[in-house]
């Protein structure tokens, strides 16, 4: 859709203000979080909603690979899978050779869609008539960013997501950047992080909660999503880092990273 004026003027001061929270935050990626992640807590705050998702999907073909959401089952999730290919908004996004934003009640009526295997299977379970959608496009694939209610979305809602946009976009791009920053820093940080026996050895020194700690760190967590995991307080976490980091000589996340992958961990 196009920003028509007097869609617009119908944005108040607490939109705009929104907009820009909103904007501001999403740059603050982290290429040791995923970006699903990341803009799952960030953009989850933009519309009200019942149901709010991240998904990831490969192209040519087109395949779901991954989803970042709350409350939405294993056998859900298969459904959504399954009858994917009967989304509404499916070859409205795959036309447009830029990110868009559509509904699935401005791509068709609800008639139509109550017809579907996927709104019977899914949607109806979850109590959603309407499902507004922003799709990114990335060299591998695409992103979409998915509130779904059982209310219509209006057209403010549209022009609020088109506002935030262009953002996600550069964010994305900053991210994509910042992993492959880290990537090179671990391969350098691997080549001076010592032999394998040596990480070993340190790695043996650990206690079982600074392995176990560690094990995250090397999988990319932050501190307060390993304190989650872990059932510790984010402080304590950081404490554990710190001795992590006195006992085996180093000083970054990243070579922890690298050693535990040399340690063969």
Same mark, same amino acid.
């Given at each position: 859709m196009s920003i028509s004026e007097n869609g617009f003027n119908r944005l108040s001061a607490s939109d705009i203000e929104l907009v820009v929270k909103l904007s501001e935050r999403i740059h603050y990626t982290n290429p040791n979080e995923s970006f699903l992640n990341h803009s799952f807590v960030v953009l989850g705050e933009a519309l009200p909603c019942t149901f709010f998702s991240v998904d990831s999907y490969s192209v040519n073909p087109f395949r779901f690979e991954q989803a970042v959401n709350v409350g939405c089952s294993d056998e859900l999730n298969c459904a959504h899978q399954t009858?994917?290919?009967?989304?509404?908004? %499916?070859?409205?996004?795959?036309? +447009?050779?830029?990110?868009?934003?559509?509904?699935? %009640?401005? /791509?068709?009526?609800? /008639?139509? +869609?109550?017809?579907?295997?996927?709104?019977?299977?899914?949607?109806?379970?979850?109590?959603?008539?309407?499902?507004?959608a922003l799709i990114l496009r990335h060299p591998k694939g695409v992103y979409m960013f998915v509130y779904s209610r059982g209310t219509a979305f209006s057209e403010k809602?549209?022009?609020?997501?088109q506002l935030i946009k262009p953002q996600v976009s550069i964010a994305l791009r900053d991210w994509q950047s910042a992993c492959e920053l880290e990537r090179f820093h671990r391969t350098l940080e691997a080549k001076s992080a010592g032999p394998q026996d040596d990480a070993k050895r340190l790695m043996d020194d650990l206690t079982p909660r600074q392995l176990a700690v560690a094990e995250q760190v090397a999988r990319g967590l932050e501190n307060r999503q390993i304190a989650g995991l872990l059932h510790i307080s984010p402080k304590t976490v950081g404490k554990h880092l710190e001795?992590? +980091?006195?006992?085996?000589?180093?000083?970054?996340? /990243?070579?922890?990273?690298?050693?535990?992958?040399? /340690?063969g961990r």
């Open positions: 009858y994917i290919h009967q989304h509404p908004l %499916l070859k409205y996004f795959m036309t +447009f050779s830029e990110s868009s934003v559509g509904t699935i %009640l401005t /791509a068709t009526s609800a /008639a139509e +869609f109550h017809k579907t295997d996927l709104y019977r299977k899914f949607y109806k379970v979850l109590g959603v008539e309407d499902q507004l809602e549209q022009i609020l997501l001795n992590i +980091f006195e006992i085996l000589g180093i000083h970054h996340r /990243a070579a922890l990273a690298a050693m535990w992958e040399m /340690a």
